[in-house]
């Protein structure tokens, strides 16, 4: 029986946040990165589900007291105990069958009158990133996970400053494109 050198799996990077939509209350995760995997990590809820909804549509976070995880936050906890908890995604980058990152501008209703105002005011549109990553976690079965990429008011606000809005948040998914392109298999990625 011979002995098999199969390297560790290892931790190339982590999103600080992303939002999924659901019907009851959005969910906030950060991705952990592996060579081998992505794990949808949840967070605490830390806002109501409007707040996260209108996060969703404006792309940007609208409270700012939030600390951006990092990767040494997550240094302890093995992958394992990540991928068992029942609250967390994981999606194995050889069963992705697709990502596909779309840019779509907010469509405003009556109550969104002074986040319209806001961007006229700024002389910006609030461009929202989103991903729909679908793969198959059986053979027999396909699934996907749609996520908007929401910075985080502590990531987003600093760069503020310099940029315009439009520049950070398409910065913050294209930072993330590149992550999925160095580990997803070829041909799998479209814009």
Not at 25 to 38: F, G, H, M, N, Q
Not at 93 to 107: D, F, G, N, T, Y
Not at 118 to 138: A, C, H, K, L, W
């Amino acid at each position: 029986m011979g002995v098999t050198n199969i390297p560790p799996e290892m931790r190339l990077a982590l999103i600080h946040r992303v939002i999924v939509p659901d019907e009851e209350y959005p969910k906030e995760y950060a991705i952990l990165v592996t060579d081998r995997r992505s794990i949808f990590i949840r967070q605490e809820k830390t806002r109501s589900s409007f707040v996260l909804r209108g996060e969703m549509r404006y792309g940007t976070a609208l409270v700012t007291d939030v600390i951006p995880k990092t990767l040494e936050d997550y240094a302890q906890s093995t992958l394992e105990s990540l991928t068992a908890d029942s609250a967390n995604l994981t999606v194995p980058h050889e069963a992705l069958i697709s990502l596909v990152m779309r840019r779509e501008e907010p469509k405003f209703r009556a109550r969104d009158f002074l986040i319209w105002l806001t961007m006229r005011r700024q002389g910006e549109i609030f461009q929202v990133y989103d991903f729909e990553m679908n793969y198959r976690p059986s053979p027999n079965r396909e699934t996907g996970i749609r996520f908007y990429m929401v910075p985080l008011g502590a990531y987003f606000k600093p760069r503020r400053q310099t940029k315009s809005r439009e520049t950070v948040l398409r910065e913050y998914a294209m930072d993330a494109l590149e992550i999925f392109q160095k580990v997803f298999p070829a041909g799998t990625i479209s814009l």
